[in-house]
């Protein structure tokens, strides 16, 4: 029994592109390569067929490119964003087609010159109580840290002290400090110069109290937040800085601060929210703030609920621009915990009606 085996000068002979032909095949003996195949290349009795490669679930690039790729289905969540939909869309409707409500009554006060002048007061409390509280509470974290059992007692007595009592009674009792102090006096210590003297009713007015009130509550507050802030940064980020001799001013402003506002912000924000609300309790001082303007006028004209629809749209107004100043102040100080930031809404909005992609990082 013969067999012809394929010389070089015929595999040279061979065409390198294009099919074999019917005599050079069968002159390879079967389970062999031909001479001119790369090394490592299958022989054709290795190779499966194409019912083979079916069986074993091996595709082809033509198959591939056939393929139609189709996005998973979430039928719950399809019908859950419908009930919402539909549930949001009847308390909508309800808001618009009720004649109780009034739009009229709330369009004619809404820029009333009286409302405001109640929401500039709202927001002048707002900004000086929060300044207060704020400053102060910062003092109250640093002392609170600090290593002398002394002055972290006195820190921990005051948030202790201001968080226990009702911000209602804290602002009655400033208002009425003059029952319990009739004159303040303040001058030099053993002599005979004053400074100040005046009495305490005079000098407490509701605006003063308000601020005074409302300041140091929130100051007992953001004591105890910016020092939960400053704990979680890492303590051996401030030993390695000591070691390269990094100066104590520099490690608090430049490595503590920048990661501890990542975790201050979010609740900080909550709590000025929270004051932008809190105000309208100083109705109780009769001070003219936004909820008590909206108290006179619907104490006189005997329209409770659109007036206080008013009051509560520009607390809402209020509390988005503040919503919006905190995504991009915190999008500020993410910048060394994320490698890329998060693309703005206003970025997304330009990339989906222009159609270009989002860039992230990129500025707004």
């Known amino acids: 029994m013969t067999s012809s085996v394929v010389t070089h000068d015929s595999a040279r002979r061979a065409p390198a592109s294009g099919a074999a032909s019917g005599a050079d095949v069968m002159s390879c003996p079967p389970g062999t390569a031909p001479l001119d195949a790369p090394e490592g290349a299958p022989s054709d009795g290795d190779r499966p067929g194409r019912g083979a490669r079916a069986s074993l679930g091996v595709v082809s690039d033509e198959e591939l490119a056939r393929l139609r790729v189709v996005p998973a289905r979430h039928p719950g969540r399809i019908v859950l964003a419908v009930l919402v939909g539909l549930l949001a869309a009847a308390v909508l409707w309800s808001f618009v087609t009720n004649p109780r409500w009034e739009w009229g009554v709330v369009a004619q006060w809404f820029f009333a010159e009286s409302i405001i002048r109640g929401l ?11 300044a207060l509280g704020f400053g102060l509470g910062l003092v109250l974290a ?53 400074l100040v003297d ?36 890492d303590q051996g980020q401030l030993e390695a800085a000591s070691a390269l001799g990094i100066p104590a001013r520099d490690r608090s402003l430049r490595i503590v601060l920048p990661q501890a506002m990542r975790a201050i912000l979010p609740t900080a924000f909550n709590e000025i929210i929270g004051l932008v609300k809190g105000t309208s309790i100083v109705y109780v001082l009769a001070h003219a703030e936004l909820f008590f303007t909206v108290q006179l006028i619907y104490g006189r004209t005997q329209q409770v609920l659109p007036m206080l629809l008013v009051a509560t749209v520009w607390y809402v107004v209020i509390t988005s621009a503040l919503s919006i100043g905190q995504y991009y102040i915190e999008r500020h100080y993410s910048k060394g915990a994320v490698r890329t930031l ?18 992230a990082g990129a500025p707004a």
Request: no cysteine; proline share 6%.
């Open 198 to 233: 005046t009495r305490t009713s005079d000098l407490m007015t509701p605006m003063l109290a308000a601020i005074l009130g409302l300041g140091l509550h929130q100051a007992a507050y953001a004591a105890e937040l910016i020092r939960g802030g400053i704990l979680s940064v």
């Open 142 to 194: 640093l002392m609170r840290l600090s290593k002398s059992s002394l002055i972290s007692s006195v820190s921990w007595t005051f948030s202790w002290i201001f968080r226990s009592t009702p911000l209602l009674v804290q602002l009655l009792l400033w208002y009425n400090l003059g029952y319990l102090y009739e004159r303040i006096t303040l001058g030099v210590p053993l002599t005979d110069v004053t």
């Open 342 to 359: 998060p693309p703005t809404p206003l970025q997304r909005l330009r990339a989906r009606f222009g159609r270009r992609p989002v860039t």
């Open 120 to 130: 500039l007061e709202t927001l002048k409390l707002t900004v000086l109580a929060g």
